[in-house]
């Protein structure tokens, strides 16, 4: 964004919004101003993280990093969602409304240094986020991206656990009334009655548990390869009809146990099973190089 002053929406893949209000802005928004000033952003990265720390913030860091930086202009959000979460929630401006929508123009305001959002009012907000949710699994639903896109200049933004994801079982009623960590349908949970600590005979395959746990495992890899293959095929249709991303960004959202550093172990926030990740990570990103090579 520094480089490239045309970027006006974000195509955002993920089970989350990642709109999670910022507190003590004013300490974030110096930082985007001395960014903007000297055109560079590794000098300041570290104090950005402190300020914007939580994992559920990256995408009202870019709002307000845009509204910083472009002052009046207008920006389309669109949060895609997988299967298992409801397209019609009243997230992230429950406060303002009485029922779920698909989409709404709304705005970030500043409430005693917390930074969260509203309804855009056309009287009163310097400038507007066309934010829209849909799902991305027809050609139906690419054409309504397609058409979202329009003229815009976007960032194609990638949450893995877009594809699987650790989190409870709830039903659309209990997600609307209490949006929150949303597991993928068919998640298998390590079983350890299965397994054994034995580096030679790790479980019994003769265990009828052990049979069933392994035909889960094997059904669940199949529904990751499906969505996976129905996300590339929709951002080829993106490509094919001109509508290509000024920048890619693609998110692990999984823990990290063992790192050179001791200090970057964490066991936190695996959101994408470990045991995918990396297979994920490396699918999505070589379809990607394929398409847009």
Not at 78 to 91: C, F, G, Q
Not at 142 to 163: A, C, N, P, R, V
Not at 164 to 186: C, I, T
């Amino acid at each position: 964004m520094l480089k490239n002053n045309k970027i006006d929406m974000l195509l955002h893949f993920d089970t989350h919004s990642d709109m999670n209000d910022i507190n003590d802005y004013s300490d974030a928004a110096s930082l985007f101003n001395k960014v903007i000033k000297k055109k560079k952003i590794k000098k300041y990265i570290r104090n950005m993280e402190q300020k914007i720390w939580d994992i559920g913030m990256p995408v009202t860091g870019f709002l307000a990093f845009y509204q910083q930086k472009y002052k009046n202009k207008d920006v389309k959000l669109v949060w895609t969602l997988p299967d298992w979460i409801p397209t019609a929630t009243k997230e992230p401006i429950d406060s303002y409304i009485d029922k779920p929508f698909t989409r709404k123009n709304i705005s970030l305001e500043e409430d005693d240094d917390n930074l969260t959002y509203k309804l855009y009012n056309n009287e009163e907000d310097d400038y507007k986020i066309d934010f829209t949710k849909s799902k991305f699994k027809t050609s139906k639903d690419w054409k309504k991206i397609e058409k979202i896109i329009g003229k815009s200049s976007y960032i194609l933004d990638i949450d893995l656990d877009y594809f699987v994801a650790n989190g409870e079982e709830l039903d659309n009623d209990e997600y609307r009334e209490d949006y929150y960590d949303v597991k993928s349908k068919y998640r298998i949970f390590y079983d350890e009655q299965v397994f054994m600590r034995f580096p030679r005979g790790p479980f019994n395959k003769y265990d009828s548990r052990y049979r069933k746990y392994k035909r889960n495992v094997e059904k669940e890899v199949k529904k990751i390869k499906n969505r996976m293959n129905i996300f590339l095929k929709g951002i080829k249709y993106l490509k094919n009809k001109g509508k290509i991303p000024s920048a890619i960004i693609i998110c692990d959202s999984t823990s990290a146990p063992f790192a050179k550093r001791s200090k970057h172990h964490t066991h936190y926030n695996e959101y994408v099973p470990q045991q995918y990740a990396l297979w994920i990570h490396i699918t999505i990103q070589s379809g990607l190089r394929k398409i847009f090579s």
